[in-house]
């Protein structure tokens, strides 16, 4: 069974930064591309960030140049480096072993303005 468990979020200013952590289990992990995804208020979640199991990335345009997803296979962690914070990246992050049907419960980013 896949377990995945998020943290790192918080309250940040606008322009501010923010690391998320996602600790993975249940899987070969360093094997599974991983993304990040985020679902705002009322709206339908999107994929913010993916990695490969080679750590090939792809990011969605609202975030290129500001967000940085990597992996750490040793820890079974990926992360995403989010900087230059804006209103509009408020939501909650989750992440997701690619393939699988499995989510955390996933970590509240809030960007006040």
């Known amino acids: 069974q896949v377990q995945l468990v998020e943290s790192g979020g918080g309250l940040v200013q606008a322009g501010g930064s923010l690391r998320l952590s996602c600790a993975a289990s249940?899987?070969?992990?360093?094997?599974?591309?991983m993304g990040w995804y985020r679902q705002a208020l009322g709206k339908q979640r999107e994929l913010v960030a993916v990695?490969?199991?080679?750590?090939?990335?792809n990011y969605a345009d609202s975030v290129k140049g500001r967000f940085t997803i990597s992996r750490d296979n040793a820890k079974n962690t990926v992360y995403l480096q989010m900087k230059s914070l804006k209103f509009e990246d408020t939501a909650v992050y989750y992440c997701k072993a690619e393939g699988w049907r499995s989510w955390g419960q996933g970590t509240q980013v809030t960007v006040s303005s």
């Open positions: 990695i490969s199991s080679r750590g090939n990335t």
């Open positions: 249940g899987i070969v992990f360093s094997m599974n591309a």
